[in-house]
Antibody, heavy 116, light 107 residues
Framework: EVQLVQSGAEVKKPGESLRISCKGS????????ITWVRQMPGKGPEWMGV????????IYNPSVQGQVTISVDTSINTAYLQWSGLKASDTGIYYC?????????WGQGTLVTVSS | AIQMTQAPSSLSASVGDTVTITCRAS??????LSWFRQIPGKPPNLLIY???TVQSGVPSRFSGSGSGTDFTLTIRSLQPEDFATYYC?????????FGQGTKLEIK
């Protein structure tokens, strides 16, 4: 069974750094793109970016370029989304998902709360 | 970025009804469109990809059509679990873009 299991909820202060994770299992992790999507409170999903585990080829949405970093560690079948300086506006749920055409299996989501 | 416009933004229907949701792209995207259903507190669930291919495990009451700029999702014989929010997603180019969503409510 394909599964993507994300790390737990986080509460951070503005300016702090954070890395959340997404561990894939039940399939060949290296051969499928991993997509990251954010969903702000009460809003629709927004596509953030995608990474290909084999060569770490990464494509970002211009709306988040420079604000986050997407990475992957194929030795442990895990993708990451990280921030070096969180803002209150980063509060939301972050999903990873397998694939980019289509995006077929999703993680359960990680709630990130940024508040002073 | 390609803009995706869904209509309607909300819709009321009853169990057993048939409903149609539309999604329009700001430029042609061939058949590179997916549909998702999202229940509150859960991740989006893929229903349809390549405009008309039903994802494995998805009930046959869901169907999709369209190509180019105009697409539709049809749900026949609505079930209680179908009352949720639906999103289209263009996967023609980057950045991928979602429609703003259609909330399907029980009448």
């Amino acid at each position: 069974e394909v599964q993507l299991v994300q790390s737990g909820a986080e509460v951070k202060k503005p300016g702090e750094s954070l890395r959340i994770s997404c561990k894939g299992s039940g399939y060949n992790f290296a051969s499928h793109w991993i997509t990251w999507v954010r969903q702000m409170p009460g809003k629709g999903p927004e596509w953030m970016g995608v990474i290909y585990p084999v060569d770490s080829d990464t494509i970002y949405n211009p709306s988040v370029q420079g604000q986050v970093t997407i990475s992957v560690d194929t030795s442990i079948n895990t993708a990451y989304l990280q921030w070096s300086g969180l803002k209150a506006s980063d509060t939301g749920i972050y999903y990873c998902a397998r694939g980019t055409l289509p995006t077929d299996h999703w993680g359960q989501g990680t709630l990130v709360t940024v508040s002073s | 970025a390609i803009q995706m416009t869904q209509a309607p933004s909300s819709l009321s229907a009853s169990v057993g009804d048939t409903v149609t949701i539309t999604c329009r792209a700001s430029q042609a995207i061939r058949n590179n469109l997916s549909w998702f259903r999202q229940i509150p507190g859960k991740p989006p669930n893929l229903l349809i990809y390549s405009a008309s291919t039903v994802q494995s495990g998805v009930p046959s009451r869901f169907s999709g059509s369209g190509s180019g700029t105009d697409f539709t999702l049809t749900i026949r014989s609505l079930q209680p679990e179908d009352f949720a929010t639906y999103y289209c997603l263009q996967d023609f180019n980057y950045p991928r873009t979602f429609g703003q969503g259609t909330k399907l409510e029980i009448k």
